[in-house]
Structures are given as structure tokens and as C-alpha cells.
């Protein structure tokens, strides 16, 4: 396991506020769950498709139609519940959640309320180098997606686009540990991390396959320990839910936002209404939606056709055996075995493609040295060219030949960054292109001493200088490199450099 401090949180200064306050935060994140089929249907879940070209009877509300659960999501579920440490429920069941939805044709969204399919589990969030902070998550729960209604194709008409209806989610509730917008984006990122891995949400937030409600709320210092004692919310302020959030940095604007201005209405004598808020990105603001519904306003009764879902302990069992490395500990992995800094390991396994490609590349090599060249040359170069590490023109087996040039001497630094590049843009296997380009380090001792020499005799006055003050020497090395076109040994050199120059 990750060797790291559990700290609690720095309460969240607020600039401008005349009092302290500190920041209570709790999230609602709805993941869509990775599947070919809905939750209830058997309708396609593709992206992009032609609007109303996945839909099913039962999607659109079609009389007699039933829906019949989809299985595999059960098991997605399950298996994002393991992932985050959590209780699986093996008895759970469905409700009918009553409310005006224009783009959800049967008036309801089936979810679970009372008994939510994934109970408490946590989500470890990393807020520096060897710091973490534990956020615990309250419940899991299946559900299905609304459509999508759209207002800016004609000036006096709506059109609704029933694709995403019945598409199942996960909402996965967190307890109100989060203290400020920073650890909020950070514990999104890090949820979005694990649930990749495990390959139950792509966690596409610009797609609309992740996203996430944000209840904010601020009370005085001393009154969150408080609720931690007692577990009464009370203490913890009016909370304002702000919907629909698909973006790190706007989640960061909009907490920042609303608790500076409940903060004003709180100082200047005034209630904080709980209500439902929109955060306008191109404002910097959040606006009131609605009033904020309890349970009792979306009248919840069980859905008379779904059975309870009852699993097997053993399924269960199954499922927990075929779960992949995580994150933290497929990192603490790679710092235990590739002797990698914090920093290198947490960029490379930032997400599961790096992470593989890594260690395609490091198997049965240094592994530092191969973290140096798939973070700074090839990294670097993607993001210069805008592209993913699946899109790389360069394989990690590639990679891995070039690296393995260098630790055998083959090459130089300098020579390996000229082959990459080639490679890059060119492809082809790294040795064959070495030997094809004469690329290869000049090794032969007598070879790099004639050069050396040289450049000795040529020039008297740099000799007299290195030799009153050594760290010249280098002049010496870097005009040898240059005469051999960068392939002699550079090790080579600088030994011979210091026995000709006596130093």
C-alpha cells in the first residue's frame, strides 16, 4: 500500500468574508455505467448516434411494455462497489421516482432509494505528495437516464432526443467530508481514475457519461467536528445543490462561487434558501433553479414491476476475484519495484493505457530511465501534437528497443533523442534503423583518443585554462563530441579528456 499521512483538512479561507467560515461539501456523481445495452432494454447505448435511433419500447413508454434488468449493469455496479472498498447489498430494489420529466416518456425514473444496491464504502484522495485525504462514499444506487431536450434548433419549438433515456447509471453518493473546491476536483479526478480501471464508466465528462452534483454549504469553524461527534446536519449550514456539473475547473468556479455568496447573505443578516442552482460558466455565477425537493416531494413508492434483485454471495466473490489493479496500488507497485519518485508514478498511472504502456516499455529495464523517456520525450511530444497515448506513433515495444540501445551503449543520449524522432515520424524498428544510419556509438577507445588529442594540440591556450581551472574540461568534451558527430562515448570522453589534461 501507498505509505501516506491521513490529514485533515485545511478549512477553506474565504477572501473578502468579514468572519471565518469553513466550507462543507458533498457530491452526487452520476457515472454512466459502460454497456451495450440500457438498463432495461436491450436499446443501444452508442454515442452520437442519429436522435431517436436508440430507443426501445420500453424507452419510449410504449403501453404493456415492461423492463427486464440488464444483468451485466448489475454486475458493472458490483463490481464499481468493490472498486471503492464498499458494502455490496445482496438483496437491493427499485423505485419509482415521480416527477415531471419532458424527455422521459413514462412520467417516473426507476431508481433505488431505499435500498440502494452498493452501500458505504471510501475514496482515497491524494492532496500532495504523501498526503491523502479519506472521502467516504454513503451509497451506490442503479437508475436511468432521462433524454435530452433541445431549444436552440427553432425559435417556437422543443425537440427531444430520447437516445439517453433508460441508459443506466450509477449515482454514487459521497458523505459531506469534502472541505474545498481544490479536494472536491480533486476527489472527482481520483473517482474517475478508479472507475476507468475498472472499466464500469469511461468517466467522459464532455459527453455527458460523467457528471456531477455539487451540495455546498458553509458553517463556523468548530461546528463540522461538531456534526462528526453527533452526525446532526444541522451543523453543518444550509446546503445548495448545484446540478449538472462536467467539468473540474467549473466544479472549483461554482463551489468558490456559491459559498462566497452564501457567505454574504449570512453576514449581512440574512437565510441561505436550500434550493437546486445552475452554474453559468461564461458569468462565473450561479442562479437559482428550483426549490430543493426532499424524498417525500418525488413521492418514492416501489416499482410494482421489478422484483427485488437479490445476488449471490458467491457472484459477488467471483466478481471481487477478476477485479484489475488499482490505482494506488498498481502506484505503490511501480515506486516498490521501478524505485520511481511519487511524482513519476502518479503521471504514468494516471490513467490504465500510461500505465500498461509503462510497463511494456520498463519490463526487464531501467525502470527510471524508462519513466524519464515515456513522461518527458513521449508525453511531451503527444501533448505537443495533441494526442492520446492510444494514438502514439511510437509502441511502447519501440520505446522499449530505443531504451535498450542506450543501456547497452549502442547510443548516446543525444543519438536516442535524433532516433526517436525518427521513429516517430517515420516509424520502423529502432535497431535496424541504427545500423541503416550508422547511428551507432563510437566505442573504440583509439578512435575517440585520436579526437581528443586533436583537439588538444589545436588549441594550447583552452588547455592552460582547463588545466588552472577543471570545470574547463567540459570544453574540451563537447568539442570531441562535436567532432565525431555526437557518437563517441560520452563516458569514454570525459576519461580521456581528464588523463590528457592531467587532471
Known sequence: MLDLTYTAPTPKTIAGAKEDWELVIGLEVHAQVTSKAKLFSGASTKFGAEPNSNVAFVDSAMPGMLPVINEYCVEQAVRTGLGLKADINLYSAFDRKNYFYPDLPQGYQISQLYHPIVGEGEILVEMGEGIARKVRVERIHLEQDAGKSIHDMDPNMSFVDLNRTGVALMEIVSRPDIRGPEEAAAYVSKLRQILRYLGTCDGNMQNGSMRADVNVSVCRPGDYERYQETQDFGHLGTRCEIKNMNSLRFIQAAIDYEARRQIAILED???VVQETRLYDPDKNETRSMRSKEEAHDYRYFPDPDLLPLEIEQAWVDEIEA????????????????????????????????SAHFFEVVAKGRDGKLAANWVINELFGRLKKDDLLITDSPVSAEQ??????LI????????????????????????????????????TDTGAIEAAVDQIIADNPAQVEKAQQNPKLAGW????????????????????????KLGL
Open 322 to 353: 477478476s477485479l484489475p489493479e488499482l490505482p494506488d496500488a498498481k502506484k505503490a507497485r511501480f515506486i516498490a519495484d521501478f524505485g520511481l519518485s511519487d511524482y513519476d508514478a502518479s503521471v504514468l498511472t494516471a490513467d490504465v493505457e
Open 269 to 271: 443578516g440574512g437565510s
Open 407 to 442: 543501456t547497452k551503449g549502442d547510443i548516446s543520449g543525444k543519438i536516442a533523442k535524433e532516433l526517436f524522432e525518427i521513429v516517430y515520424t517515420e516509424g520502423g524498428d529502432p535497431s535496424d534503423i541504427v545500423e541503416a544510419r550508422g547511428m551507432k556509438q563510437v
Open 399 to 404: 520505446l522499449g528497443g530505443i531504451i535498450a
Open 476 to 499: 574540451f568534451v563537447g568539442q570531441v563530441m562535436k567532432a565525431t558527430g555526437g557518437k563517441a562515448n560520452p563516458a569514454t570522453v570525459n576519461a580521456l579528456v581528464k588523463d
